[in-house]
C-alpha cells in the first residue's frame, strides 16, 4: 500500500544501467523510462518495493501499467518499449498499457511483447508515464513514476502536488534520479535542444510574418511534424540557403541568436544553428552585428556564468565561491 504522505523518492543508481539513444535515431523512449525498466529488471526473482503490496495482498503476480499521456495533443513517447515488456514479463510481470492512438509505439508490438492493452489500469500498483496527467485521472493510493516538475515548486504544478498528497500517493520523480555521487541521471538531453530551436525558428517565421516580413524561416514546421530529425535538418538547411542568398528583409537586419549556458540543451540548439549560415561572436560584439552585420548569415553568441554574474560588492566573479555563496552574486544580464 502507499504511505499516507507523498514521496519524492531519492534514487540510487549506476550509470552503467542507463541506455541512452544513439544520436540521430528517432527515439520515443523516455531516459526516465529505460531507468525504471533497470530499476525493476535488476531485482530478479525480488519484488519491487513499490510492486510488494500486490503480492502481500495475494494478487498472483506484480503489476505495471504504462498509462495514456494525455497532458498535451502533441506528446508521443512513451516510458518503456515492447523490448522493455518483453523482459518484465518473462520475469513474471505483469504489465498493461493503457491505448492510445497519438504513441509512437503501436499497441500491436507491446501486444506480441505479452503486455496486456486495456483502459483500465486500476489493478497495477505501479503506473509509469513520461508527463504529468490531469488531476482526475489519478488513482488513489498507488505509485507514480514520471516528470512531475514539482521539486522546485513549480507553481503551475501546485495543484498537482495537492492532489497527489490527498490521494496518497507515492511519487518516484524521475528528475531526482541520481547517481552514487548525487548527480542527475535522468535529465533534459540534447534532443530537446534540437526539438526546442526547431520550434524557435517554425515561431520566428511566424512573429515575422505577423510583423509584416515574409522569411525563410517561414519553411520550417514544428519538430513534431517530421518523420525523423534528419527531415527537420533539411528545413533549417534550406532555409539556410535562402538566408546566404540575401533573401532576409533588410528592413529586420541580421538576425541573432543567444545561447545561456553550455549544457545539453544548448548543445542541441546550437546544432540546429550550425545548420544556418551562422557566425558566432563574443557577448560584446552583438551590439556592431545587429547595426552593420552581414544579412546572408545570422549570428550567435553563448553566454556563461561568467558573462553575467558579478559578486555584489565588487563586480567579480569567483566561480568557487559562487557554487558555495551564490547569495554574494547577482546577475547583470538585463543590462549587460
Request: net charge positive; with cysteine; proline share 5%.
Amino acid at each position: 500500500a502507499a504511505p499516507s504522505h507523498l514521496c519524492v523518492t531519492l534514487l540510487s543508481v549506476s550509470r552503467r544501467h542507463v541506455s541512452s539513444a544513439r544520436a540521430g535515431d528517432h527515439n520515443p523512449v523516455t531516459k526516465g523510462g529505460e531507468v525504471m525498466f533497470r530499476l525493476l529488471s535488476r531485482q530478479g526473482k525480488r519484488t519491487p518495493c513499490c510492486l510488494a503490496g500486490q503480492r502481500r495482498h495475494g494478487h498472483h503476480k506484480a503489476v505495471i501499467a504504462i498509462r495514456r499521456e494525455d497532458i498535451n495533443p502533441w506528446e508521443r513517447r512513451a516510458p518503456l518499449a515492447p523490448r522493455h515488456v518483453k523482459e518484465l514479463t518473462h520475469a513474471g510481470v505483469k504489465v498493461l498499457v493503457q491505448p492510445s492512438n497519438r504513441r509512437a509505439i503501436h499497441e500491436k508490438y507491446y501486444m506480441k511483447a505479452g503486455a496486456v492493452v486495456q483502459e483500465d489500469i486500476s489493478e497495477a500498483s505501479l503506473i509509469i508515464g513520461v508527463k504529468r496527467m490531469p488531476e482526475e485521472k489519478i488513482i488513489p493510493k498507488k505509485t507514480y513514476a514520471f516528470f512531475s516538475h514539482t521539486i522546485k515548486a513549480q507553481e503551475a504544478n501546485m495543484g498537482l502536488l495537492e492532489d497527489l498528497l490527498k490521494k496518497e500517493v507515492r511519487l518516484i520523480d524521475y528528475e531526482k534520479m541520481v547517481d552514487a555521487n548525487g548527480y542527475r541521471i535522468v535529465a533534459f538531453g540534447q534532443w530537446a535542444g534540437v526539438a526546442g530551436m526547431i520550434n524557435i525558428l517554425h515561431g520566428l517565421g511566424l512573429r515575422y510574418l505577423a510583423l509584416g516580413h515574409h522569411t525563410p524561416f517561414m519553411h520550417i514546421g514544428m519538430a513534431h511534424n517530421y518523420r525523423n530529425v534528419s527531415q527537420a535538418v533539411q528545413a533549417v538547411r534550406d532555409c539556410g540557403y535562402e538566408i546566404s542568398m540575401g533573401l532576409m528583409p533588410k528592413s529586420i537586419g541580421p538576425v541573432t541568436f543567444c545561447f545561456t549556458g553550455t549544457g545539453n540543451v544548448s548543445k542541441g540548439a546550437q546544432d540546429i544553428i550550425n545548420e544556418l549560415p551562422v557566425e558566432y561572436v563574443e557577448p560584446h560584439e552583438l551590439k556592431d552585428v545587429c547595426e552593420a552585420g552581414d544579412m546572408t548569415k545570422v549570428y550567435a553568441t553563448v553566454l556563461s556564468r561568467h558573462h553575467h554574474l558579478i559578486r555584489k560588492s565588487d563586480g567579480v566573479y569567483d566561480p568557487f565561491e559562487y557554487e558555495h555563496h551564490p547569495e554574494l552574486y547577482t546577475s547583470n544580464f538585463r543590462t549587460s
